[in-house]
């Protein structure tokens, strides 16, 4: 009954979408079929004009840079912007001979020599221009450089990491450990700009594939399968305002050339790690056809070092633990569509995923308890073996409709995913005396079936008003379901069996529907500016329920307005400089909510807080760009505070020596500083991407214990260096440091590590061997200080990082590209563009 009500309220809110996203009488643009250029030339004068487009994606690229130049010098004569459909015309061009080049910020540069115009021949018809490494040129361009590594966009960074050799034969954790201002930890948890609460998107949308277990999956999805990762620190109100840090959107590789194409990858590491993907993709006519496949296969060891000393008012006695372990991690990921091309500028398309996968967790923690003095207590041997399967799948429909008017384009989709999951923990611990002996024993299992469902329906239009102002409107339905059952069984010796125990067992469900809507203006003024204000407004009802072993509900149902501000300067045509703002929610998570207590580590529980409330943030961002034949740079300043912060705190027992780790709300927090991001190509061969970024955090708890008030500095930088040794080989090092930092009752020391790879083109560019070695030094090791009411704690983990990967990968495409009407119609232009 609720999804069927859903189905129609999704429809009563999408359909002013549709009523005001049908085209009006006549011909938009008036005249020529497409609003296309008229040209009416002086006499004895020419013209020259083209279409910019990505390459990987064919979408037009707006204000690319095209320069005109007196055939054979550098003397510039005139230059232009491509508009919003990639189009560019120059004319009133005296007859000669001249130069071309195309531009574009974080693109190769193309160029093009002897354009001759004459009374014969008054046209320079360039075609469409694909920039980007691989391009299908045409005959007179030449590629002078490949695709950059970053890119900058209005309100995001794009990191092209198909190029990435310290990533190649990774995961996508390896390849957002040299993402700029990213952060990963021993557990894979992620942190932009110091800020953990970030939003992972795949391919713009949230996906069952990331719901349980984010970390997991991450560690699982094969790097092979990425081609760029987006960082958006600062979104429009056009994206779920989820994620205080910002937004982490991953692109998967999508084939869409025309004939048959594929991409394959196999991946060895050393101590048993192994992962390949395949990729098929046949397009003929209206159709494209898309299938693959991944497979992963990760055993890595852990291993770390806790010592901690309490203090009490009469007692002093110290725990002196050594931690050993090993995880496997198991996975296989179809997934496949269909995309139907309706018309010259409308699509359909169905695509979909499953994932099969599994995990295996052993540790075993040794744990020496002494006195004040140094002398034996006790010791305790405590085996915890752990298994995990999961399973999940994903359908989205999509439609697409672009109009003739330039800029004007609807899109509808609708998205549902499941995921079951099924966790066992089970713990052995002894407990020995000085001399040996065992005095006491505890065993205990936990199975925690888990399941996550979700519905998502959105519909984005977007309508110029005039030449210089667009209007963007969309509405979005998110529908999400959560639930766990927490079992606890102890081994009873008087029964000889394990007994459940209900005190210490939870049923707990989350339910959370978010209803929304936005609005965007956007446009320009004078030659150099560029401006976009936008709102977006969303009714949350949630309502987290334990179902077990008393029943309690805890509804939180609120209103939320996120306003965002974009401003753009162009200083020159190499330089600009930009300051946007927006607001952000972080709601508490599932795991967060629920108040079961896990014992995993009894002298470390873990629990949620029914009670949280979401925090809000208020985002200010500044940033100058500026770029040349050498490469671009940012260099951004940024201010974040936060209201109702949430933050996880450690509630010490000094009597058991228990730290309880949970969560609760602090009255507020800053977080403030710079970050640079430079692409430089001092030589031909060298291509060098650095990146640092510093900032300050300050934590006020007011009313709560003082020892939550934090505040301190914290630095973290990247460099990785990209050499052509030879025609066909390629190396990169990389490097990463992070200073030491504060966190609330404690701090995180400093780290570093050091990658290495190479990459050998073979059978004529067509397939690539890899070869690369992670954390050379062995140096990725994760350091904290915890003090908090009697209780000092230093702890050191570390997860296999040392690993050496031999790859092979293999592209073979037979792009079939012709000028007829049904390959315009799969997205192309058209004729009368130009």
Known sequence: MMKTLTFWLTGLLLLPLFVFAQPPGGRP?????????????????????????????????????????????????????????????????PYGDYDLEISYLGYASFKQTGIQLNAEQRMGRLGQVLLGAGANNLDEIEVTAERAAVEFGLDRKVFNVEQDIASSGGTAEDLLRNIPSVTVDLDGNISLRGSSNIRILINGKPSALTGLDRQGFLQQLAAGTIESIEVLTNPSAKYDPEGMGGIINII???????????????????????NGNVNLNYRVGKFNIQTGYSYNNDDRWFQGMLYRTTMTTD?????????????????HTFQGGVEYFVGPRSSISLRGNYSDR???????????????????????????????????????????????EKGRELTLSAQHSEQEEMENENFFEDFFAEDGSIFDMDRQLNPQPQGNDVWLFQGDYTHPLSESTTLETGSRVTLRGVSIDNQLFDFDPAVNDFVFLESFSNFFSYQEDVYAAYGILKGSFGDNWEWQA?????????????????KEVYPNDYFSLFPSAFLTYQLSDRSSVQLNYSRRINRPRFRSLNPFIDFGDPLNPRGGNPFLLPEYTNSYEFNYLRSSEKGSVTLGGYWRETTDMITRIIIPDPATGVNLRTSTNLASGRNYGVEVIGTIRPVDKLQLVISGNGYRTEVDSDDLESDLDAAGYQFSGRMQASYTLFKDLGVQLTGFYRSAGVRPQGEMRAFGSVDLGFRQ????????????????????????????????????????????????NYSLRQDKRQRSRGDREGGGMDDDDF
């Open 358 to 404: 599994s995990g295996e967790n052993t540790s075993n923690r040794d744990n020496l308890f002494l006195g004040g003095n140094d002398e034996f207590l006790y010791r305790s041997l405590r085996r915890e073996v752990g298994a995990e399967t999961s399973d999940s799948w994903e359908l989205n429909l999509d439609y697409r409709q672009r109009f003739r």
């Open 761 to 808: 083109k073979v059978l004529k560019g067509k397939g690539t061997i890899t070869l690369r070695a992670s954390d050379l030094f062995k140096t990725r090791k994760f350091s904290f200080l915890t003090i908090s009411e009697g209780i000092t704690s230093d702890a050191t983990y570390q997860r296999e990082s040392r690993i050496v990967y031999l790859g092979f």
């Open 315 to 331: 007692t002093t006695w110290i725990q002196d633990q050594d931690i050993r372990g090993d995880r496997n991690r198991l996975s």
């Open 29 to 93: 643009g008036g005249g020529r079929p497409g609003g296309g250029p008229q040209l009416e030339l002086a006499d004895g004068t020419g013209a020259v004009l083209g279409r910019v487009a990505d390459e990987q994606t064919e979408e037009a690229i707006l204000l690319a840079n095209v320069l005109v130049y007196q055939g054979g010098t550098t003397d510039l004569i005139t230059g232009t912007t491509t508009d919003e459909r990639g189009l560019f015309v120059i004319k009133d061009l």
């Open 534 to 550: 936008g709102l977006r407004a969303e009714q949350t009802y949630t309502s987290a329920e334990l179902i077990e072993p008393t």
């Open 252 to 274: 998967t590789k999508q084939q869409n050339k025309q004939g048959f194409n594929i991409q394959t990858s196999i991946n060895i590491g050393t101590n048993d790690k192994y």
